[in-house]
């Protein structure tokens, strides 16, 4: 999978970038230019860092062949979710057939988590019905009005194995690593050096069995953003 | 007022066409066809016109050595280490004819550029005298000048605008501009512009300037020269460029008083402080009933100018489709809309076409 950024000068950007070693890395997960009318498919980052950073190391190891979209709106968690149909308004006629919203869990339980996305998807005059439910996963068949149709996936990042009370994308990268965590696994992850950061970083390059295992929920969403419909 | 513009095989652009408005702001890539949009309209009130640019040539002893038509100064833009000429006017460079129209207080004026081997003949709608008749493709054309391709002499039968005046600037051609007010500095003087300028520039830095002179500097040259209050003296080639730029700028616009300024990469070299100036300046100018086109690669720049002029103004992102000009109408809510949504309005080609 090969990122597009749509804020080329964003965090996100940068974050990703850096993830290279030499311009073949930066290839293999990024694209700077792309044929017209080709990118049809967007991951939505919900929160920050180090989301975007583990996404580069997903892309690294997924289809060089996709070119998905990437952003990382104002809004976080499923604020960014609200944002989606002001969104729809600018990909006239609609460009955009997949959305994978990538969402910290922190102290919700992932179902209300879904109810909650389902809320804010009616509100916002989408009509869906589920397609696909999967550990920390949602993928919903969408429509909006005028009978244009796309998909939307909902992942909720954070591990039950994991003893915190506040899931997140550090939980996956503590685990990684191999941390006990007392309390926040974000506080445990930040605890690390960057230099250790970046080990961890360097070693799930290394090995997609790695990445599969510790990034279950994570792989499958952006698989099925990657099936064609 | 300037309307609409048409582009047919003219530089990158087969077909193409723009609305404009008071203030006319094009966001977008790099290649998307802003240049060449700025250019065609520099170019329509008639390229053979003199304009505040002079262009000064080395090494052409059977050549008159400066030359200030808009046709040079576009030419300038496009010279190359290997090459100087016209060649990048027709499409492909191939392009059998090249055409700008612009429709202007609903009359529309047309200018063409008929290619025959070598040579390139001007032709317009407008009512001009001295043209002769020539035909083209078994088809009558009046043409009021000629050239080669390739760098040489123009055959000029019209040399007067025929529409409104229209005068392109930008950071490469402010040489070519500082030439022209060296050249021209006494009629410049007497028009008492300068101090209008000293006293603008003045408020966008530290130096306080009260006016400009030409001078001798080192070795009995003349120099122009920014003044203090204190009577100390500043090479205007040793101020930092954006202000340069702007002074240098400036003088131009207040000297040739065109109808429609045109601003190629307006950030370039300008820190915000001197957008908001520029925004403000421009909102002079519209409610003078005069018009200002610009492209720019900067959000900020885009929002400051069309936020401050915003029911004049549009915002419009270019994009080149097989060569075809595309256009996107957006206004500030929208850039700030994509931008909740993390997209950068002048990335997001992808999105929007």
């Known amino acids: 999978m090969r990122f597009y950024f749509l804020s080329p000068t964003s965090a996100t950007a940068k974050n990703i970038s850096r993830l290279r070693k030499s311009s073949y890395e930066i290839r293999r997960i990024m694209i700077e230019s792309i044929p017209r009318k080709t990118l049809d498919k967007l991951i939505v980052l919900c929160n920050g860092t180090p989301d975007d950073r583990v996404l580069g190391v997903l892309a690294y190891h997924l289809n060089g062949n996709n070119i998905v979209g990437i952003t990382k709106p104002i809004e976080t968690r499923l604020g960014a979710l609200g944002l989606l149909a002001s969104f729809l308004n600018y990909s006239t006629p609609l460009r955009f057939k997949k959305f994978l919203f990538l969402i910290d869990q922190e102290t919700d339980l992932p179902d209300d988590l879904f109810i909650n996305a389902e809320t804010i998807m009616e509100n916002s005059g989408i009509t869906f019905i589920v397609d696909e439910s999967f550990d920390r996963g949602r993928s919903y068949n969408c429509s909006v009005t005028g009978g244009r149709e796309f998909e939307v996936v909902v992942v909720v990042n954070g591990l039950d194995d994991i003893p915190t009370t506040n899931h997140c994308i550090e939980d996956h990268l503590a685990k990684a690593k191999g941390l006990r965590v007392r309390g926040k696994s974000k506080d445990a992850w930040a605890a690390l050096s960057s230099e250790e950061q970046r080990l961890v970083f360097r070693n799930l390059k290394g090995s997609v069995q790695t990445v599969e295992q510790l990034f279950p929920q994570q792989v499958h969403g952006c698989r099925i953003l990657e099936r064609s419909r | ?353």
């Open chain 2, 1 to 353: 007022m300037l309307q609409k513009l048409e582009i047919s095989n003219f530089r990158g652009i087969r077909k193409g066409s723009l609305e404009l408005s008071p203030l006319t702001i094009l966001l977008g890539p790099n290649n998307s066809g802003k240049s060449a949009i700025l250019e065609a309209l520099f170019l329509i009130p008639n390229p053979l016109r003199s304009v505040p640019y002079v262009l000064r040539m080395e090494g052409e002893p059977n050549q008159r050595s400066s030359y200030n038509r808009a046709l040079d100064a576009v030419s300038f833009l496009h010279e190359s280490l290997e090459y100087r000429g016209y060649a990048f006017l027709p499409f492909n460079y191939t392009a059998k004819s090249s055409e700008i129209s612009c429709l202007e207080d609903d009359r529309k004026y047309r200018l063409r550029f008929l290619m025959e081997g070598d040579h390139i003949f001007l032709s317009t709608n407008a009512e001009i005298e001295n043209t002769q008749m020539r035909k083209f493709n078994g088809v009558d054309a009046p043409v009021f000048g000629s050239f080669y391709s390739s760098w040489g002499n123009i055959d000029a039968r019209y040399e007067r605008p025929w529409m409104k005046n229209t005068l392109l600037v930008s950071s490469d051609l402010t040489r070519l501009g500082f030439a022209y007010l060296k050249s021209n500095w006494t009629k410049i003087a007497n028009s008492r512009v300068l101090k209008t300028v000293a006293r603008n520039s003045a408020s966008l830095s530290a130096d306080k300037y009260i006016d400009f002179t030409l001078e001798p500097f080192l070795g009995q040259k003349l120099e122009l020269q920014a003044y203090f209050k204190n009577g100390k003296r500043i090479r205007l080639g040793d101020i930092g460029e954006g202000i340069k730029n702007y002074i240098v700028i400036r003088m131009l616009y207040e000297t040739t008083a065109p109808d429609t300024l045109l601003w190629d990469d307006i950030e370039s070299h300008l820190n915000p402080r001197i957008l908001l100036h520029l925004a403000n300046w421009f909102g002079d100018l519209i409610e003078k009933k005069k018009q200002v086109v610009i492209s720019t690669h900067s959000l900020e720049a885009a929002k400051i100018m069309a936020g401050i002029n915003e029911e004049e103004s549009s915002i419009y992102m270019t994009s080149l489709d097989n060569n075809r000009l595309r256009t996107k109408r957006l206004t500030v809510n929208d850039l700030e809309n994509l931008e909740k949504f993390g997209i950068d309005a002048r990335a997001s080609e992808a999105l929007l076409f």
